[in-house]
């Protein structure tokens, strides 16, 4: 017997769905998905019990409050992503815009948050062609208070006043940790990053995708509660999924026959 419970397949939701369609559990996110899985799961002829629920362990719901010492907080953090902005132009005007908000807010510290120092992992499929330690030097007149940092995504998150992210999924650990977030997509030669759109169409609802004066400005908006409740699961996913598993044990046993031979099928 073989027993599974994968998550949703992101980048061809098509192919990914019919692939799921012998899975005893499918959870999906956003919860707008699920109707879309049954409208194509309808099609399928061979589909017998399946549990389709809602729910990424990635994307469960933020915490009812924020953090307690929220307001107190003086780090704002820029969550760098490996492959984008794809240009030296398009980095350095992430880099100059973090230097102008450490300059207008000397009270603050701004971060750079490295994926990794230019050093490591550069066998890696993600290879970051222009690092920021090197764009740092080229920066003319930095700010002290401008800093990088190779930090763990949680130790961050502990003192993050602020998260600031163009097309990294960073951003779904600042709104789940109850920080405020900026998505900002306006950044020079956007228009040839081919993370761009996928990242504007995930968050056209959120209310998050942040203009460059608000983001030089530190005008941070609070997410959409509906894009919210669409892309982030309750809390209680893993009791849900055991749920799921109870009960594909105690459901009756199902016989498929194939061309008059029977055949025992445990997978739904």
Same mark, same amino acid.
């Given at each position: 017997? &073989?027993? @599974?419970? /994968?998550?949703?397949?992101?980048?061809?939701?098509?192919?990914?769905? +019919?692939?799921?369609?012998?899975?005893?559990?499918?959870?999906?996110?956003?919860?707008?998905?699920?109707?879309?899985?049954? &409208?194509?799961?309808?099609?399928?002829?061979?589909?017998?019990?399946?549990?389709?629920?809602?729910?990424? /362990?990635?994307?469960?719901?933020?915490?009812?409050?924020?953090?307690?010492?929220?307001?107190?907080?003086?780090?704002?953090? +820029? +969550?760098?992503?490996?492959?984008?902005?794809?240009?030296?132009?398009?980095?350095?005007?992430?880099?100059?815009?973090?230097?102008?908000?450490?300059?207008?807010?000397?009270?603050?510290?701004?971060?750079?948050?490295? &994926?990794?120092? /230019?050093? %490591?992992?550069?066998?890696?499929?993600?290879?970051?062609?222009?690092?920021?330690?090197?764009?740092?030097?080229?920066?003319?007149?930095?700010? =002290?208070?401008?800093?990088?940092?190779?930090?763990?995504?949680? %130790?961050?998150?502990?003192?993050?006043?602020?998260?600031?992210?163009? $097309?990294?999924?960073?951003?779904? =650990?600042?709104? @789940?940790?109850?920080?405020? #977030?900026?998505?900002?997509?306006?950044?020079?030669?956007?228009?040839? =990053?081919?993370?761009? %759109?996928?990242?504007?169409?995930?968050?056209?609802?959120?209310?998050?995708? $942040?203009?460059?004066?608000?983001?030089?400005?530190?005008?941070?908006?609070?997410?959409?509660?509906?894009?919210?409740?669409?892309?982030? #699961?309750?809390?209680?996913?893993?009791?849900?999924?055991?749920?799921?598993?109870? @009960?594909?044990?105690?459901?009756?046993?199902?016989?498929?026959?194939?061309?008059?031979?029977?055949?025992?099928?445990?997978?739904?």
């Amino acid at each position: 017997m &073989r027993y @599974r419970l /994968p998550w949703r397949a992101r980048f061809f939701p098509e192919n990914g769905y +019919f692939r799921r369609r012998n899975c005893d559990g499918v959870y999906l996110f956003p919860a707008s998905e699920i109707p879309v899985y049954e &409208r194509r799961a309808a099609t399928w002829g061979d589909r017998m019990w399946q549990e389709v629920g809602f729910g990424h /362990p990635t994307f469960l719901a933020p915490e009812a409050l924020p953090p307690e010492d929220l307001a107190a907080r003086r780090d704002i953090y +820029f +969550f760098t992503q490996a492959l984008s902005p794809t240009t030296r132009r398009g980095r350095m005007h992430m880099l100059a815009a973090m230097a102008a908000i450490a300059r207008a807010n000397p009270d603050r510290t701004v971060w750079i948050k490295l &994926r990794h120092l /230019p050093h %490591e992992n550069q066998k890696h499929l993600h290879l970051e062609k222009y690092d920021y330690p090197g764009l740092l030097k080229a920066l003319p007149d930095a700010p =002290d208070n401008l800093k990088l940092t190779a930090c763990t995504m949680d %130790e961050a998150l502990k003192t993050a006043a602020l998260g600031i992210t163009c $097309t990294s999924t960073a951003a779904i =650990d600042v709104i @789940r940790a109850g920080a405020p #977030c900026m998505v900002h997509l306006d950044f020079v030669d956007n228009y040839v =990053d081919p993370l761009v %759109e996928p990242m504007r169409k995930l968050f056209a609802k959120s209310g998050l995708i $942040t203009p460059l004066e608000d983001m030089l400005n530190l005008r941070a908006a609070a997410p959409n509660p509906e894009w919210v409740a669409d892309m982030f #699961c309750p809390r209680d996913l893993g009791a849900r999924v055991l749920d799921t598993v109870t @009960r594909f044990n105690d459901r009756a046993f199902q016989v498929e026959v194939f061309g008059g031979a029977k055949k025992a099928a445990f997978i739904a």
